[in-house]
């Protein structure tokens, strides 16, 4: 990912440059090798402004913040542009599978009735993603409506299950 960093009426220091780096450099999953990512930083004022564009394939996002502290402008942007990156690879992911999904032999959702007088039906959905780490777990929990999700573990291989709490926080179950 090739990621190009602009001041505008403003000196950017090794420090900060390297602060933005690993704030963009998480998305690079999405992104491939040959990703463009070009953010500018611009002070006017008390007013300071991020403005990042990330092209890549299918992908291509914008954005814009501005806060009074160019740390926290920067920490909201990456996490804007994460979103916006989750839900066009939801999309992008979504569209193929339905269309796999049609042609297989399977259905993806079933009903399963017990006996008369017995438990209540069940309805079965089945989902196939690939792993993912427990950051981006949580980035698409925070894209979705629902309170939990379900994945496999990228750097363990195992199953667990991410929940949001009210209060905002999150809880994240494993197998032992």
Do not use: C
């Not at 542009?81 to 993806?108: C, F, Y």
């Not at 079965?124 to 929990?141: D, R």
């Not at 709490?165 to 994240?172: E, N, P």
């Amino acid at each position: 990912m090739k990621l190009i960093i602009t001041g505008r009426r403003l000196e950017i220091t090794k420090a900060f440059s390297q602060y933005v780096r690993k704030r963009f450099k998480k998305w690079s999953t999405f992104l491939g090798p040959n990703a463009a990512v070009h953010v500018t930083l611009e002070v006017e004022g008390y007013r300071h402004q991020v403005e990042a564009v990330a092209k890549d394939g299918p992908y291509s996002v914008t954005g814009k913040q501005t806060t009074k502290d160019m740390y926290q402008s920067v920490d909201l942007l990456s996490e804007k542009i994460g979103r916006q990156l989750m839900r066009q690879h939801e999309k992008l992911t979504n569209v193929k599978s339905t269309s796999r999904a049609r042609t297989a032999t399977s259905p993806q959702r079933e009903k399963i009735r017990m006996p008369a007088g017995q438990a209540p039906v069940i309805d079965v959905e089945t989902i196939a993603g690939k792993p993912m780490t427990q950051e981006e777990a949580v980035l698409q929990l925070l894209s979705r409506r629902k309170s939990f999700l379900v994945f496999e573990d990228a750097e363990n291989g195992q199953l667990a299950v991410l929940e949001k709490q009210k209060d905002g926080s999150f809880r994240l179950f494993v197998k032992e």
